[in-house]
């Protein structure tokens, strides 16, 4: 008899998670509640570190989408409960699936920087998050945003929803800093004529070819780097805003007028995430991602016999990091169904 | 030493004071027990966002970053100047990332330099 594997989110991790399954041979439904596959990744134009097209990557991952990953789109799960034997969904559209293990690969979604309000999102017209950037990036419509501009100058902030206490967010997006570091390449490749500055309180570069970027950034195009964490923004007459922060490097305080305030919002998990963990009785650390079985070594697997975790909902992660960790989690799956026959 | 007297040439030279934090030298007594009343400070990280925002330092070089600084190094003479120039406002509280209780650390500095006779 088959054996066979639920995985819940078709973003990266989901994606890549059933595409090793089915080469070891297990049988693999992969649930979506959009209307396509990708998740975030469909979000972005170019990936740091090297700036390569992201739909590489999409194309890449479709590849390995074949008549073997019985597919559900636009999919949502009603009920979900463990009989013994096999987990069993019921989707809202009434269509029922079992199988021997479960894969949760339901990610993150982005911080709501309208949670820091002195930040003016969705009060002032000129504050965008990174998120919205890469979308007019995409549709190559930079220019867009500024024009009629009075100010030639670009903020890009680190931290919105991160390092903070206050929102209830502790723990470091980690990915923020380098795709902040990415977006003031690309808007000064794209738009000589326009400062970028970076604000930021630690640059955390510490991957391969991030402090390479970040060095780029400064040598070859000029983007400035100020040490000081926003403390507020405030909308002037002609649409502009001014900035106060403190340059901690000099130690004053400092103020500065923008045209356009980017927000580096991070990483919080989805509310699926949550959701299913609350369904399944599984275990949410203090930053609310779920918690593996074992931080270091059961990297995958979850207290809960056949229930696996692969890519964001367990914190913060990369593309690169994602595909890596889906493999894995693949592997736990192979390994627990191997031991059950 | 007068060097006239000696027949010595001045050349002007003064001793300078010296301007380094002394670590081992300063009273960190102070630093103990300000963190163990308004044990909060120990969260900053630095970022500056309260200073970015304090009414007073716009206007006078007052730094309250770099008061919890001076407290962690034991630079009670620093600290006696600094506090003054705060108006216990409040905003710094509000911004702060790691909820720093930054009003009540002024007021635990005035008491303790006080209490102290520092």
Known sequence: ?341 | MNFRVLGMKSFGYTITKDRQIDFDQNDRKVTGYINAIESSIRLCIGCGSCTGTCSAGHFTDFNIRRVITLVQRGETDQLKKEIRKCMLCGKCQLVCPRGVNLRNLILTIHNILETYGI
């Open chain 1, 1 to 341: 008899m088959n054996k066979t594997a639920i995985i819940i989110g078709g973003g990266v991790a989901g994606m890549e998670t059933a595409i090793q399954l089915l080469r070891l041979g297990i049988e693999v439904y992969l649930i979506e509640k959009e209307s396509r596959l990708g998740g975030h990744l469909n979000s972005w134009d170019h990936l740091f570190p090297n700036r390569r097209d992201s739909k590489e990557v999409s194309e890449y991952l479709q590849l390995g989408m074949n008549e073997g990953i019985s597919l559900h789109l636009n999919a949502e799960i009603d009920t979900l409960w463990n009989d013994k034997k096999k987990f069993n969904i019921k989707l809202k559209d009434g269509t029922r699936l079992n199988s021997d293990a479960l894969v949760i690969a339901t990610g993150y979604e982005v911080f709501d920087a309208r949670k820091k309000e002195e930040y003016g999102y969705g009060i002032y017209d000129n504050v965008i998050t990174s998120v919205e950037l890469e979308e007019f990036l995409r549709n190559n419509e930079l220019k867009r945003l500024f024009e009629g501009k009075t100010s030639k100058r670009v903020g890009i902030i680190h931290c919105v929803g991160s390092r903070d206490e206050k929102v209830g967010n502790l723990y470091c997006s980690k990915l923020c800093c380098v795709t902040g570091v990415k977006q003031a390449i690309e808007i000064r490749e794209r738009m000589p004529d326009i400062e970028v500055f970076c604000f930021y309180m630690d640059l955390r570069m510490f991957d391969r070819y991030f402090e390479e970027m970040y060095f780029e950034a400064q040598e070859k195009w000029g983007v400035q780097f100020i040490r000081g964490r926003l403390s507020e923004a405030a909308e002037n007459q002609d649409h502009t805003l001014l900035i106060k922060l403190e340059d901690t490097l000099t130690g004053l305080p400092l103020k500065m007028n923008v045209g356009l305030l980017i927000l580096l919002v991070g990483f919080v998990p989805s509310p699926e995430t949550r959701r299913l963990a609350s369904m399944l009785g599984l275990k949410e650390g203090d930053d609310r991602f779920l918690c593996p079985a074992d931080e270091h070594t059961l990297t995958n697997s979850t207290k809960i016999p056949g229930v696996f975790l692969a890519g964001t909902v367990k914190g913060p992660e990369g593309i690169a990091g994602t595909i890596t960790d889906a493999r894995a989690a693949a592997l736990q799956v192979a390994a627990y169904l191997t031991s059950r026959e």
